[in-house]
């Protein structure tokens, strides 16, 4: 199943994707507002058995797409995840996941604007999938991770490069705001399968700029929930990036920087193609 999170007649709501459209699931589930609430009470299997063979209340054109969790608690993206990247960067092997945060309001829905901070020229693209927290949890063992998983969704890591290469820390490049992409969709695991099998290509106005496969990750999903459950409680509805594979603009000669006007498209397979145009800070 599928489920997004957007607004229609001003007003917020969720639901599932079914064909020809959407069936608001908040009208359906009293006293849940969003998807947040939605996993984090344990109903999006039966959201999923509720839809089965229902006519769409409305069509996608009819709502504004939100990123798929608007309100998460925490965003903890995986840093040089990938071999290609990590050699891209010069960076040394380390033994443990390497983590930075993001904002909420660093992220944008699936077709909306990305913007070009007026402060840099060096905006960059990374594209990811992420995972979404379904059951939380400390301390969680690898081999139970995949448990706490309520979905997928491609990722745009948007990295204004200058300001995160001012100190050793990566929080100010990663937060300017409506920097990033998160969408279209929460894909349940139930619909993917095996997620390693999962290929990833970014592309920039249509040129392939990143390739690879979840295979290549170094630290496999299991292992970032297991590590970044040792060091905070996750919850429900909390996200986690799992890294970008080599390619990035930063690294190429001559390097390529997101321009206004620019389309970058995530395209993670079966879990969907998040698509951003860039566009001017006003």
Known sequence: MRFVSYVRLGRPSFGALVDGGIVDLARHMPGIDTLREAIAEDLLADAAREVVGRAPEFAMSDVMLLPVIPDPAKILCVGVNYVAHREETGRKEVGYPTYFTRFADTLVSHGAPIIKPAVSDKLDYEGELALVIGRGGRNIKPENALDHVAGYAPFMDGSVRDFQRHTGQFTPGKNFPATGGFGPALVTPDELGDVTSLPIETRVNGEVLQKASLSDLIFSIPDVIAYASTFTPLQPGDVIAT?????????????????????????????????NRIVAEV
């Open 243 to 275: 890294g970008t594979p080599g390619g990035v603009g930063e690294r190429r000669d001559p390097p390529i920087w997101l321009k206004c006007g620019d389309v970058v498209e995530v395209d993670v397979g079966a879990a969907g193609t998040l698509v």
